[in-house]
């Protein structure tokens, strides 16, 4: 069975309904070197049409999706998403899909979101996948909005990884035209890399990692690493049930963002799920320092990790050697604590 195949046949669809966003929130962001509020905004959307036709190994969004949504349906979401906006200069917004698919935003209902949100906000920020933008969208987008950002999930710049790992075609050549398209309309990239696929042992995900930012430094304004956290009904997630995946160490997060930190890109990393089982996490101990370094070096508050330590980065070497040793990708420390 192949990877996409096994992908599609884990997946559970459920209903929604289509009027609701899936979530708001705001959260601390850079702005012009400076920590601002962003507004994030979750549109509910028929989903990523790669996500429907085969899918990432990690990717559960299509767990929120509904099945058609229809313009009314968005015009609904926006209005009543509207009234929530408390003054934030930024906002981020996802579809769990691609922001410039026409099937899964019609061309009307994104210029009415780029409307209403350009006149609210200084800057936009819009996710998509990089094969999916097309010149005369950016062209409409920028005529709403002053400031756009768009953010592409490139993943790994390794054509194996991305195949075998992600279960994703696209790489690096496809990100680099998408992103001199979006740097000509005058617009910003956002780069999102992930780190600790599935099938890769902890020091090939770091080495990946590290490995792929240097390659899309030149394609990017920002560089924003993912470790992977185990969303339900993915492939990782049965991997991580039969103790074959762990999420990465925090202490692999930090030693990525190290050897990226002097990239001509801004380097950051937010861990959802960090310091729980089910996202990058150490001993449970340091979780909470670790990762409260990472949002302040994210935020250009802290230039190094240099004073953060813990007895538990031993066992993190161990791991990464006992693995190199076994040739496996499996969770060492889970194993050995049966
Ligand atoms: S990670 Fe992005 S491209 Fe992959 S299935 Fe999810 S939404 Fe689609
Ligand atoms: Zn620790």
Known sequence: MKVGELI???RVDRAYNPREIISTWSEKDLLDGKVVDAWVIIF????????????CSMCGYVNDTAVEVSEADIAHQLASVLPRHQGQPLVKVYTSGNF??????????????????????????????????RREQLEDATRHVDRLEVAF???STNERVLRYAVNKVWGLPEHARAAAMVREAGGTVKTYLLIKPPFLTEREAVEDAVRSAHEADPHSDTISFNPVNVQRNTLVDHLFKRRQY??????SVVEVLERTRGLRAHVKSHPTAGGMRRGAHNCGDCDRRVIDAIE??????RRDFGDLDCDCQSTWRAELELQDFLMGTGNVGALLAR
Do not use: N, Q
């Open 246 to 251: 762990r999420p990465p160490w925090l202490w």
């Open 296 to 301: 302040e070096f994210s935020l250009g508050l």
């Open 8 to 10: 599609r046949d884990l």
């Open 153 to 155: 999930g490139l993943e």
């Open 44 to 55: 509910r959307t028929r989903g990523c049409y790669w996500a429907h036709a085969s899918g």
């Open 100 to 133: 410039f698919d026409d099937h899964e935003l019609a061309p009307e209902s994104r210029r009415s979101i780029l409307e209403e949100l350009g006149d609210r906000c200084d800057k936009v920020i819009v996710e998509t996948l990089s094969h999916m933008i």
